[in-house]
């Protein structure tokens, strides 16, 4: 039986906006749309109280992606995990915010493992660029 590697992605990039400012759009599904080439987003399940176990689908041309909020600490870090979608498992996204001296460091961490043995390497490379995509306008977006 094959072995299937696991993937990962990990993007870092620095911007002059402060974390708040970030937080804005990060913190918020619904802004998504707007800083991403997503499409669409629907809310399945709002966050409780702690931010915690929002259901939110995303669509983008024939692909419609469902995630949830695992993770939730408020100008700090946002985990999302993979629900359906896409041919992987364990897909787990951590997008962490560090103060820097003049702005603020986004970094998005994400790992999977591909259903299919050799398929890896082609969500890898496809989620790298999606991934790059979604730091530069979430830089961008949130910057005065």
Do not use: C, N
């Not at 499409?39 to 692909?63: N, Q």
């Not at 259903?115 to 961008?140: C, H, I, N, S």
């Amino acid at each position: 039986m094959a072995r299937v590697a696991r993937q990962e992605i990990d993007i870092r990039k620095t911007t002059e906006a402060e974390p708040a400012a970030i937080w804005r759009l990060l913190g918020d599904s619904s802004t998504w749309p707007w800083w991403t080439p997503i499409e669409s987003f629907d809310l399945e399940r709002p966050a409780g109280t702690d931010g915690l176990g929002e259901v939110r689908a995303f669509k983008t041309g024939r692909v419609r992606v469902r995630e949830e909020i695992v993770e939730y600490e408020a100008e700090r870090r946002l985990s999302y995990k993979l629900l359906s979608g896409l041919a992987v498992r364990d897909y787990r996204a951590d997008i962490d915010l560090t103060p820097r001296p003049g702005g603020t460091e986004i970094h998005w961490h994400t790992t999977f493992t591909a259903k299919m043995p050799g398929t890896g390497w082609l969500y890898r490379a496809a989620l790298t660029k999606a991934t790059q995509r979604f730091v530069d306008g979430l830089a961008e977006h949130s910057a005065g």
